[in-house]
């Protein structure tokens, strides 16, 4: 995902005015290396980590940029400066809201930069480089026939990606 999309969802969604619908907003913190590797392998976040702090620090070379290629499916997923904390936040708010679901904090929660769900395992594409949806799914999965105060939940979800990449 390009982050200016999420300027343009902000916009829609002012302009529409659904943020006075919104009874309230959580400020996530980024996902931790132990939830990233929920579903995604040490080696892809270690790459991904590795390849931003190049980036970040000018170490990034055109070369390297190439053989980026081989660690995705296709070269529509370019290198960024502050791309790991970009992922880490988008995939930080899918688990808070997966978070406060569980715990009946919530009926509903959106992530309005989540949705990217075309990421593999080890593997970016499509523009998405962490799944936060999985992410989120094995979050809400922890609750299934698990009886305990914690866990608030009915167990019925519907999860829609919002893949403004289409």
Avoid at 78 to 92: I, K, L
């Amino acid at each position: 995902m390009k982050p200016h999309r999420l300027t343009l969802t902000n916009s829609l969604v002012l302009g529409y005015g659904l943020h006075k619908m919104i009874h309230h907003m959580y400020s996530p913190r980024p996902a931790n290396r132990e939830e990233l590797e929920m579903y995604h392998t040490k080696q892809y976040i270690d790459l991904i980590e590795r390849k931003t702090r190049e980036q970040d620090e000018g170490l990034l070379k055109q070369e390297d940029l190439a053989s980026l290629k081989d660690h995705y499916e296709n070269d529509d997923c370019p290198v960024f400066g502050g791309m790991y904390h970009f992922f880490a936040q988008y995939a930080g708010a899918s688990l808070i809201g997966a978070r406060a679901l569980i715990s009946g904090k919530a009926d509903i929660a959106i992530n309005w930069s989540g949705g990217l769900h075309h990421a593999k395992k080890n593997d970016a594409s499509g523009f998405c480089y962490v799944n936060d949806i999985v992410l989120a799914i094995l979050e809400l999965l922890r609750c299934v026939g698990y009886s305990s105060p914690s866990c608030q939940t009915k167990g019925r979800w519907q999860i829609l990606p919002s893949s403004a990449v289409h």
